[in-house]
């Protein structure tokens, strides 16, 4: 029999190279907790999502983030801010607003950051930022329509709206066609809708769009908004087709911002939101894909998409059904008192080149 085949032998090599007693455990321990740092690092970043690297700037650029005092809309500005944008905070609380200015100015050294005011659940203050916009800049190079409320109440906006419908659609909506003349100034420009894979569980509801009948927060109302906003995408992009001008939306992932205030969990839940929050993104990686579709050169001509993660996504049929799209089109211009769209186009008299009917606000 040979040294190997000896089995005490063989014991005995192995006790040389293997730690024994509380060494062994305390290894064993500590392998562990790699592998499990390890597997939560792996978790952590499909979680996350990809990160948009390119380093182009845009400065002097003109931006409007709305809802950019906290979570995606913050994070959006900064990145935004840093990259040498001229920044418009478009929010409804002056002084949470003020407070993330200051902030961003801090973070990125750029003092060309605005604290203007828009509560977007009030057509008067739309119209009123719209305005002083227009007497401060002449042209407006990235709108990003992110602002919005989630599974609220049933509660009416100051001029009667299902407040998830007024303040995630029809406030956008008049928003962005009062400053339709100064991104059509800044062409080629972008408009960034943020909007939310919620939109797979909403339907338009033409008989009840203020879900006065019946009302369900988050199926219903905010679903709808959210559906709302994706046909609005889609219906812009097809009325700017020649104008240089793009439109596109996306679902930021599951993010841990303050969207859920409405909907606060029992105290005895924290530790298994604890749990949870592992697979839930930050809001710096939830405010990537808006990040990548008002900066990404290579999106200059392409418009109408939506997008999660940094890709474009199919959308389900109702989506994109432009029936649905132009009827609720009208039907927001009838709400917010826009008197004529520019969905029609014309011809120049002069040549028989196609040009775009400019908006129409009609005061009330
Ligand atoms: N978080 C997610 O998992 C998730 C998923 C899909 C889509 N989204 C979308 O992402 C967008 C940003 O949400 P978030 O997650 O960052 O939520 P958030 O942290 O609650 O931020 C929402 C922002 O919108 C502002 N806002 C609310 N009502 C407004 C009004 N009437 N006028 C002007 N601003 C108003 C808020 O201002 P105040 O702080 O003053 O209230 C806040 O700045 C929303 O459109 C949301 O639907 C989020």
């Known amino acids: ?13 192995i006790k040389k190279i293997c730690f024994e007693g509380a060494w062994a455990w305390i290894i064993e321990i500590v392998f562990w907790c790699l592998v499990a740092c390890l597997i939560m690092y792996l978790i952590r970043r499909l979680v996350e999502g990809p990160f948009y690297r390119k380093p182009n700037r845009v400065d002097g650029k003109v931006v409007i983030v709305t809802g950019c005092n906290t979570g995606i809309g913050k994070e959006t500005a900064m990145e935004l801010a840093r990259r040498g944008a001229r920044l418009y905070m478009a929010c409804r609380d002056a002084a949470r607003c003020e407070a993330a200015r200051l902030e961003i100015i801090e973070k990125t050294q750029n003092t060309n950051v605005f604290n203007r005011t828009l509560d977007l659940s009030s057509l008067s203050s739309v119209r009123q930022f719209a305005e002083r916009f227009k007497a401060e800049e002449q042209k407006l190079d990235i709108l990003v329509n992110n602002a919005g409320v989630m599974a609220t109440p049933r509660k009416l906006t100051a001029d009667g709206f299902e407040q998830q419908m007024g303040i995630n659609h029809l406030g956008h909506f008049l928003l962005t066609n009062l400053l339709l003349d100064r991104l059509k100034a800044a062409a080629p420009s972008r408009v960034v809708v943020v909007s939310s894979a919620a939109y797979i569980f909403g339907s338009i509801n033409k008989q009840d769009l203020m879900s006065e009948k019946s009302y369900s927060k988050f199926f219903g109302a905010y679903s709808q908004s959210k559906l709302a906003n994706i046909l609005f995408t889609r219906k812009l992009s097809e009325i700017l087709k020649d104008s240089k001008v793009t439109v596109n939306c996306l679902h930021p992932g599951i993010v841990r911002t303050e969207l859920m205030r409405y909907n606060s969990c029992p ?40 997008y999660y ?56």
Do not use: Y
């Open 267 to 306: 105290k005895t839940w924290n530790v298994i939101k604890r749990v949870i929050d592992i697979f839930i993104r930050s809001p710096k990686a939830g405010a990537q894909t808006s990040l990548f579709l008002s900066l990404d050169p290579k999106l200059e001509c392409v418009s109408g998409g939506f």
């Open 309 to 364: 993660n940094m890709l474009r996504f199919p959308v389900l049929p109702k989506a994109k059904d432009a029936e649905m799209a132009e009827w609720l089109w009208q039907e927001s211009e009838k709400l917010v008192g826009l008197k004529q769209s520019m969905a029609a186009p014309v011809k120049k008299e002069e040549n028989s080149e196609m040009e775009t009917v400019k908006v129409v606000a009609r005061e009330d």
């Open 1 to 13: 029999m040979t040294d190997v085949e000896n089995p005490q032998q063989i014991q005995d090599e």
